[in-house]
C-alpha cells in the first residue's frame, strides 16, 4: 500500500503525522494489520480496540494517529488513491516517449490488474462503510485520474489543450469507473466481458473527443 501520510489532494488523514522512523514503520504495521482485518472480516471488523490489538500496538498509541474506524478507512483509502495516482503518473510519463497502438486498452488491462492484486481496496468500495471524508476525497481523486487522462492524450499529441478537454476526460474515467467497479463485483478477476465492452465503449468516446480537439 501507498503511504497514507503522503495525501495528493494536499490534506493527510492522519490526526496527526508520524515524525520518526520508528513511528512511521508503527503507523504502516498498523495500516498492514488494518488492511488484513478488512479483507478478512469486512469493514465492520474495523474497530481501534481489534486492530490495535492484532497489530501489537497499545490503543492510547493508536489513538495519536488514527482516532476511530472513519479514521482507519480514511486512511486506508489515501493509500489506494495514492497507488492509483502513481501508476497514472507512470503512464503520463510515458507517454511522452512511447507511441501506443491502443492507449484505452493499454489502461483498461493496466488498471485492472490493479484491482486485482488490491483486496483492500475492492473489499472497502464494496463494503457499506466509506466515510463521507473517504467520498469527497474519492470525488478529487477522479478528478486527478481525469487529468492524468487528459496528460496523456496531450502526450501523445492527440489532442488540444484547454478546459473542455478536461471534461470530457473526467467523464471518460466516471465512465470507467462505473464499469469496472460492476465487473469487479461480479467477478474477483474482473468480468473480462465487461470489461471489454468497456474498452469499446471507451475507444468510441475517446475517439470521438479526440476528433473533436485534435491537435
Known sequence: MADPTVDPGGATPLRRTPQQARSRARLARVLETAEQVLIAYGVEALTTTRVAAEARVSVGSLYQYLPDRDAIIDALAAGYFAKLEAAMDGFVEAATSERWEDPVGLLVDAYAGIYRSEHGFRALWFGSGLTERTRAADREHKRRMADGVR????????????????????????????????????????DEA??????????????????????
Open 151 to 190: 496528460r496523456i492524450l496531450l502526450g501523445l499529441g492527440l489532442a488540444e489543450d484547454g478546459e473542455a478537454l478536461g471534461r470530457v476526460c473526467h467523464a471518460a474515467v466516471l465512465a470507467a469507473d462505473a464499469l469496472a467497479q460492476e465487473a469487479f463485483r461480479r467477478d474477483a478477476r474482473g
Open 194 to 215: 465487461l470489461l471489454d465492452e468497456a474498452k469499446v465503449m471507451l475507444r468510441g468516446y475517446l475517439t470521438a473527443v479526440v476528433e473533436r480537439y485534435r491537435r
